[in-house]
């Protein structure tokens, strides 16, 4: 077939990697989303798939009070408790799951399944424990082979979810681990700042849909019907949805889902993320949001990042936002391990989700929930962590040497390979 001038010119456009309208670079929302609850749900599920549907009971849960919640929940259980998580490991809060787990109920199913690169000696102890009370233990993508094989891609795409479904009825997400660093309140420098939310109504279908397909990829069956039930009646009145994603050669749900929060904002945009290394389209979206007016923050780790090379890149990322109006805090007593977005007075999104560029390749979840209650306390949480923060200015940022310049950049290029 002869080519016509215009398919040649387009074939140079492609081999000379020029952004054509659907290249992923050129990705960005920008529709007005809808303010209505049914416009809002129809712009999220158009967009990543989940709508957000009314009659949920939400409620926020913090730091070391993750681990009263587990017990209260397995001691509540009737049919079955589903465990999974990225990290857990032996010690106290784990030897206190267990034995809450050991008292459950009678014939109340236990299944738990933990990625094996965040559970360190968890094979070695806890999981032997687990199986002893009686529950189903299994590991998510083992690293055996991983490695010798130079499978790097396999090696990286683990499962950072943390999940709790109790009889298909209730749920927690969030960024919480069973480890001592949960204990606590969060300020203190080995108490990390974390942020969870518990969910009752329809949006637990979604949590044990995400449960039920990664426990049939590490060689779990099915779950019995009874594990999705029809949702209970609740008082709550939150329109909710769970939203997956999971690693994508092109353009992930992560992605999605970022970009459509901050499409969202109209007033109000704040970002509290442990891993604040974003894409140039969620860069680009913050500095129009910003531009456009609205009150753009955030709020990332500081002194105390568990990742010291994270937090060079992070902070490689701050130069081109505080010059185009993002404010930036970092909190100075602990780890600041929340992954929450507040948009408005609505909207507010609690879960696992990083925005680096690892995480946008993994296993992750986040609760979207539009409930004005909630975005209430959402918004007095992140003004009492900015009381414990230290805002970055851009006057003096850019004043900063040289030598940390190039650290950062050096850690953002290599960043790009892993």
Known sequence: MKKTP?????LALVLAGCPLPNHRLALRIRDTVPETPEGMSLAWYQTVGVELEPGNQVELVHNGHVFDRLVEEIHAARSSIHILLYIWRPGYP?????QALRERQPGVACRVLVDPLGSIRFEDNVGPELVAAGCEVRVFRPLQGTI???????????LHRKLMVRDGISAMTGGFGIWKSWI???????EWRDANIWVQGPAVRGIQLAFAQNWQEAGGGMLPA????EPMPTPGVARAGFVTHTGAPVLTNAERMTLLAIASAKKRLWISNSYFIPTGPIQDMLIAKSKAG?????LTPGRHHDIPPVHEGQRATYARLLENGVRIWEYEVSMMHSKAVLVDDRLSMVGSTNLDPLALSAEEGSLVVDDEGLAAQMAQDFEEDM????????DSWRRRGLFKR?????TVLFGKYL
């Open 6 to 10: 215009w398919t040649l010119l387009l």
């Open 94 to 98: 784990s030897d206190r799951i267990i």
């Open 148 to 158: 010798s094989t130079l499978n790097l891609k396999r090696f990286q795409s683990r």
């Open 184 to 190: 606590g309140e969060g300020r203190k420098p080995d």
């Open 226 to 229: 009874e594990a999705f039930p």
């Open 294 to 298: 609205v009150d753009v923050r955030v």
């Open 387 to 394: 009381k414990h923060s230290v805002e970055i200015r851009w």
């Open 406 to 410: 190039l650290s950062e950049r050096v």
